[in-house]
Nanobody, 124 residues
Framework: QVRLEESGGGWVQAGGSLRLSCAAS????????MAWFRQIAGRERECVAA????????YYSDSVKGRFAISRDNAKKTVTLQMNSLKSEDTAVYFC?????????????????WGQGTQVTVSS
């Protein structure tokens, strides 16, 4: 069992940067795959970035590739999402997620644990 809590969301002007953090508690995440999903108003939840348990495999959605970067620190039990060159289209609730199998999967159904989400608003 693991509990995830996001932080770092807020308001930013288009072109700016924001860094989201996900803190895990309850157990180690060293064997977990971790990901950031977002839900844009009126759309399905989508994976924007995922990293496998050892950090050797990373997935980015086409919409954020080159602008966002996911990283993890298993010792600190944290996962971050550095977001650069933000666009108004990035406005969404961002969720941290973890899967026990350890994959960098983009499929929401593969994730067992979810944070509550943090709002990111980008103004143009």
């Amino acid at each position: 069992q693991v509990r995830l809590e996001e932080s770092g969301g807020g308001w930013v002007q288009a072109g700016g940067s924001l860094r989201l953090s996900c803190a895990a508690s309850g157990r180690t995440i060293v064997t977990f795959g971790m990901a950031w999903f977002r839900q844009i108003a009126g759309r399905e939840r989508e994976c924007v970035a995922a990293v496998n348990n050892n950090g050797g495999r990373i997935y980015y959605s086409d919409s954020v590739k080159g602008r966002f970067a996911i990283s993890r620190d298993n010792a600190k039990k944290t996962v971050t999402l550095q977001m650069n060159s933000l666009k108004s289209e990035d406005t969404a609730v961002y969720f941290c997620a973890a899967n026990e199998v350890g994959w960098d999967t983009a499929a929401a159904g593969q994730y067992e644990y979810w944070g509550q989400g943090t709002q990111v608003t980008v103004s143009s």
